[in-house]
Nanobody, 118 residues
């Protein structure tokens, strides 16, 4: 079992920045993939940014150039730096971890609300 706890959400104005954090209960060095997803009211959950342990880092087209995903292996924490926020970025942001071993698993955090006012 991997517990994920997001933090850093809040209410900001358009053009401002926020940094989200996702703290994992185990070493993220051993996690196969992690990512940030978001779900706006009335919409499906969508990928925002993700990295794979031996692969690429991917971003949604809508956030490229504005958002940056990163991680601190020593702190078992993943981050999402969000700059130039837009009202369309308003959503609940979720952290996800996919574990390959010793037992496969797919884990989600509880989410953190990001609200961007115009």
């Amino acid at each position: 079992q991997v517990q994920l706890v997001e933090s850093g959400g809040g209410l900001v104005q358009a053009g401002e920045s926020l940094r989200l954090s996702c703290a994992a209960s185990q070493s993220i060095f051993s996690i196969a993939a992690m990512g940030w997803y978001r779900q706006a009211p009335g919409k499906q959950r969508e990928l925002v940014a993700a990295w794979q342990k031996f692969g690429n880092t991917n971003y949604a087209d809508s956030v490229k150039g504005r958002f940056t995903i990163s991680r601190d292996n020593a702190e078992n924490t993943m981050y999402l730096q969000m700059n130039s926020l837009k009202p369309t970025d308003t959503a609940v942001y979720y952290c996800r971890a996919i574990v390959a071993e010793p037992e496969p698993g797919d884990y989600w955090g509880q989410g953190t609300q990001v609200t961007v006012s115009s």
